[in-house]
T-cell receptor
Framework: NAGVTQTPKFRVLKTGQSMTLLCAQD?????MYWYRQDPGMGLRLIHY???????AKGEVPDGYNVSRLKKQNFLLGLESAAPSQTSVYFC???????????FGSGTRLTVV | RKEVEQDPGPFNVPEGATVAFNCTYS??????FFWYRQDCRKEPKLLMS???SGNEDGRFTAQLNRASQYISLLIRDSKLSDSATYLC???????????????FGQGTILTVHP
């Protein structure tokens, strides 16, 4: 049982380049989330989804887009990367939020 | 005021010590509460949920005080392997706009030394 899988694990981008981060879960969870984690800032919610075909903005959505075309996948896109988007990105999923989240192992992104 | 506030530490304690972490939250409508553990360069992992009656899991005890909007985590007989960052996490009330979105504190760093 893989749980939540994020790809890629590491990436270096040049300013202005685009990329997509993939999150896949095999637990049939309804809810999925994208967070970024920066030193001194903690985990901040970027976007989330409460079911297939739905997405919503979180705390820091600017510069990112998301899609949830299939229940098991949640994609995070950066259309034009900026150095301020250098961060560690975590995907998470949950079935019933009262039980907490399961996190993926993270993507370390550096924008130069 | 931050939604979830923790003392960032770091806490440096010897093996065998008892250490307590505190956390306050601002949304009185918050419904569920958790402690997560995060090891260096790893993802957060659920340590335990926090119930109104308080709950214990081995050496770990969590307490919730809704009136004071305060959560605590007590670790007894600290082990070297307990060294990590401990995150206080709060979920909004069902039906509210914050429901389903966990809010994380910045974390408290614990180092247990021999």
């Amino acid at each position: 049982n893989a749980g939540v899988t994020q790809t890629p694990k590491f990436r270096v981008l040049k300013t202005g380049q685009s990329m997509t981060l993939l999150c896949a879960q095999d637990m049939n969870h309804e809810y999925m989330y994208w967070y970024r984690q920066d030193p001194g800032m903690g985990l901040r919610l970027i976007h989330y989804s409460v079911g297939e075909g739905t997405t919503a903005k979180g705390e820091v959505p600017d510069g990112y887009n998301v899609s949830r075309l299939k229940k098991q996948n949640f994609l995070l896109g950066l259309e034009s990367a900026a150095p301020s988007q250098t961060s560690v990105y975590f995907c998470a999923s949950s079935d019933r939020v009262l039980y907490g989240y399961t996190f993926g192992s993270g993507t370390r992104l550096t924008v130069v | 005021r931050k939604e979830v506030e923790q003392d960032p530490g770091p806490f440096n304690v010897p093996e065998g010590a008892t250490v307590a972490f505190n956390c306050t939250y601002s949304n009185s409508a918050s419904q569920s509460f958790f402690w997560y553990r995060q090891d260096c360069r790893k993802e957060p992992k659920l340590l335990m949920s926090v119930y109104s009656s308080g709950n214990e899991d081995g050496r770990f005890t969590a307490q919730l005080n809704r009136a004071s909007q305060y959560i605590s985590l007590l670790i007894r007989d600290s082990k070297l392997s307990d060294s990590a960052t401990y995150l206080c996490v709060v979920n909004g009330k069902a039906g509210g706009t914050s429901y389903g979105k966990l809010t994380f504190g910045q974390g408290t760093i614990l180092t247990v030394h021999p």
